[in-house]
C-alpha cells in the first residue's frame, strides 16, 4: 500500500535561513508527487508538482526515485511561509491523493 | 470565479442525528472527493467519485455515505453521527484528464464538525 511520511510535525527557522521540509513515500508504481500549503484560516491549495519542476514562491522540489524522498526546500525563509505543508502521492490512475501527516512551517523574526 | 463551497462551514450536532454537508464545485470536473482532517493524522480521504453515479471508499469510509447524482454535486451524508467524527471536512475536485492538468485538486474551505 502507498504511504507518505513527514517526520517533521514542527519545524521552526529564522528568517533568512534556509527551509527543508522532509518527504518520504512509499510506492511500488511510478509516483506523482505534490505539495499543498494550507495558510492559516484558509483552504489548501497545490504549492508545486515533481511532473512541472517548477518553483514556486521560491520552493523546489526534486523527486528521488533512488532515496523515495521529494523534500521541499527554499534557501531564504519568509515569515509569510508560515504554513502547514502536506506532502502527497497520487496514485490509482489518479484517483487517490493519499496525504502525509503534515508539517508546520514557523518562521521566526 | 472557478471554485469549490461547502455548507455549512460549522456545525455542532447531537449523537444520532443525521446530517448532510454539501458539496459544489463549478468547474466541470469529473472527480470529487471527501476528506477528514485530524490533528496529527494529517489527511485522509472518505469516499471519492470519478463520475456521475460512480463513487468508491477511500481509507477511512465507515459511518458515511456519499451520492453523485450530478457532476457539479457531491455530498457527504452521515447517517448517525457519533462523536470520533467530530473533525475538519474537505471536499475537492479535479479534471481527471489530461497529465499536463497534474490532476490538481482544488478544495473547498472546509467544515469543521462537532458531534456531542
Known amino acids: 500500500a502507498q504511504r507518505v511520511t513527514q517526520p517533521e510535525k514542527l519545524l521552526s527557522v529564522f528568517k533568512g535561513a534556509p527551509v527543508e521540509l522532509k518527504c518520504n513515500y512509499s510506492?511500488?508504481?511510478?509516483?506523482?508527487l505534490f505539495w499543498y500549503v494550507q495558510y492559516s484560516r484558509q483552504r489548501l491549495q497545490l504549492l508545486l508538482r515533481?511532473?512541472s519542476r517548477e518553483s514556486i514562491k521560491g520552493f523546489t522540489a526534486d523527486l528521488n526515485k533512488g532515496e523515495t524522498s521529494f523534500h521541499l526546500k527554499k534557501p531564504f525563509a519568509q515569515e509569510e511561509d508560515s504554513a502547514m505543508y502536506y506532502c502527497?502521492?497520487?496514485?490509482?490512475?489518479?484517483?487517490?491523493?493519499?496525504f502525509g501527516t503534515g508539517t508546520q512551517l514557523k518562521v521566526e523574526l | 470565479e472557478a471554485q469549490v463551497t461547502q455548507n455549512p462551514r460549522y456545525l455542532i450536532t447531537v449523537t444520532g442525528k443525521k446530517l448532510t454537508v454539501t458539496c459544489s464545485q463549478n468547474m466541470n470536473h469529473e472527480y470529487m472527493s471527501w476528506y477528514r482532517q485530524d490533528p496529527g493524522l494529517g489527511l485522509r480521504q472518505i469516499y471519492y467519485?470519478?463520475?456521475?453515479?460512480?463513487?468508491d471508499k477511500g481509507d477511512v469510509p465507515e459511518g458515511y455515505k456519499v451520492s453523485r447524482k450530478e457532476k457539479r454535486n457531491f455530498p457527504l451524508i452521515l447517517e448517525s453521527p457519533s462523536p470520533n467524527q467530530t473533525s475538519l471536512y474537505f471536499c475537492a475536485s479535479s479534471s481527471r484528464f489530461g497529465r499536463d492538468s497534474g490532476y490538481e485538486q482544488y478544495f473547498g474551505p472546509g467544515t469543521r464538525l462537532t458531534v456531542t
Open positions: 510506492y511500488s508504481g511510478s509516483p506523482e
Open positions: 467519485s470519478m463520475n456521475v453515479e460512480v463513487t
Open positions: 515533481h511532473i
Open positions: 502527497a502521492l497520487l496514485t490509482g490512475g489518479g484517483n487517490k491523493l493519499t
